[in-house]
T-cell receptor
Framework: GAVVSQHPSRVICKSGTSVKIECRSLDFQATTMFWYRQFPKQSLMLMAT?????????EQGVEKDKFLINHASLTLSTLTVTSAHPEDSSFYIC?????????????FGQGTRLTVV | AQTVTQSQPEMSVQEAETVTLSCTYD???????LFWYKQPPSRQMILVIR??????QNATENRFSVNFQKAAKSFSLKISDSQLGDAAMYFC?????????????FGTGTSLTVIP
């Protein structure tokens, strides 16, 4: 199956700093990528939908200035958590789908565990 | 917006036995796709099975099969001959067929324990 690579898998940062998470589709071009946040033992909460070459669409309640998403190419989307605080500690997952095919499954990255200290 | 409900937060099954995980959804659309994803302790999301709403035949993948009841908006997952490696969180998901950029709607998940 298609491969989506997410990096880093774990990151610890100090409060007030920014951290960038990368999501790459390794063997296909993903015009759309999704960014999720997952709290322990909970479901995936969609944060934003990222379309290549355009601004991301954020879900209600997600601060776009806090969670900067860039999708500059068909194979790379990045999520930058700016001025991170301990409450931003969570598991972040990206996913991507093939363009042009309805109802295709989503291919997920391995996830990034962010800890803000 | 579409909603997906998984009413069983936790389930357990004896190894080699069969277990069924429940999922219901709410939508006004007629064309959509349903998925079951597995999330083991590694947290990597893995597709288990997919069902197209326009197909009446229930999808099957080896030991995994679904019972898709479109009128009832129900989409349960049956795991036969359960194995220790099946232990994971299972998420039911919905995706509209209107276009390719649509988001997935996930249920709250069912934690499956397999007892040796």
């Amino acid at each position: 199956g298609a491969v989506v690579s997410q990096h880093p898998s774990r990151v610890i940062c100090k409060s007030g700093t920014s951290v960038k998470i990368e999501c790459r589709s390794l063997d296909f071009q993903a015009t759309t990528m999704f960014w999720y946040r997952q709290f322990p033992k909970q479901s995936l909460m969609l944060m934003a939908t990222s379309n290549e070459g355009s601004k991301a669409t954020y879900e209600q309640g997600v601060e776009k200035d806090k969670f900067l998403i860039n999708h500059a190419s068909l194979t790379l989307s990045t999520l930058t958590v700016t001025s991170a605080h301990p409450e931003d500690s969570s598991f972040y997952i990206c996913s991507a789908s093939f363009p042009g095919l309805k109802g295709t499954e989503a291919f997920f990255g391995q996830g990034t565990r962010l800890t803000v200290v | 917006a579409q909603t997906v409900t998984q009413s069983q937060p936790e389930m357990s099954v004896q190894e080699a036995e069969t277990v069924t995980l429940s999922c219901t959804y709410d939508t006004s659309e007629s064309d959509y796709y349903l998925f079951w994803y597995k999330q083991p302790p590694s947290r990597q999301m893995i597709l288990v099975i997919r069902q197209e709403a326009y197909k009446q035949q229930n999808a099957t993948e080896n030991r995994f099969s679904v019972n898709f009841q479109k009128a009832a908006k129900s989409f349960s997952l049956k795991i036969s001959d359960s194995q220790l490696g099946d232990a994971a969180m299972y998420f039911c998901a919905y995706r509209s067929a209107r276009n390719t950029g649509n988001q997935f709607y996930f249920g709250t998940g069912t934690s499956l324990t397999v007892i040796p």
